[in-house]
């Protein structure tokens, strides 16, 4: 697992495409937790919202869908700004009653953080397995998350600084 971290964070350090990243940091976040279902949802502070920007398995067709704050569990995520796993996602309040998440068995979300702000949502779910992320689990996707932090953090500030020498 250390060693997937590693190569990890090389290739995320490196990237300067938004796009390439995000679809990147999914890829290696469901290879590392052995599911093909996940997500990257990016917040629009002026809108008030999150829009998914990249997903797989279950979430693929549900890219361009937004949340609010406290909306499921990306929101609870973005308003708390603290990681959230539900263990049994079928017996949790907050759960999202889309026909979609009905077979959910375990969930996650991280919040990617530019200093202290949110500025998106990384998730993972186990999908029709009798399976939990553990607590090793919640520490490896702590450090993607921050890993895909800084490497988020910085395609972004790549992609504006570009945008201001082009205008």
């Given amino acids: 697992m250390l060693s997937l971290l590693h190569d990890t964070a090389r290739g995320l350090m490196h990237r300067k495409n938004l796009d390439e990243l995000l679809y990147d940091i999914v890829a290696k976040a469901c290879r590392l937790f052995s599911t ?43 308003q708390q700004g603290e990681a959230l796993i539900v263990a049994e996602y079928q017996l949790w309040p907050q759960r999202n009653k889309n026909q979609v ?10 919040p990617l953080k530019a200093g202290t702000r949110v500025i ?4 993972l779910d186990y999908y029709g397995k009798s399976r939990r992320f553990s607590e090793a689990d919640e520490l490896a996707m702590g450090r993607m998350a921050e890993l895909a932090s800084l490497a988020l953090d910085n395609a972004q500030l790549y992609e504006q600084t570009q945008k201001e020498i082009v205008d």
């Fill in 101 to 110: 998440f009905q077979r959910v068995e375990s969930a996650m979300a991280f």
């Fill in 36 to 78: 093909e279902h996940g997500y990257i949802y990016l917040v629009d502070e002026k809108a008030m919202f999150m829009e998914l920007k990249v997903g797989s398995g279950i979430y693929s067709a549900l890219v361009g869908v937004r949340r609010e704050p406290g909306q499921g569990i990306s929101g609870t995520t973005w």
């Fill in 120 to 123: 998106g949502v990384l998730g």
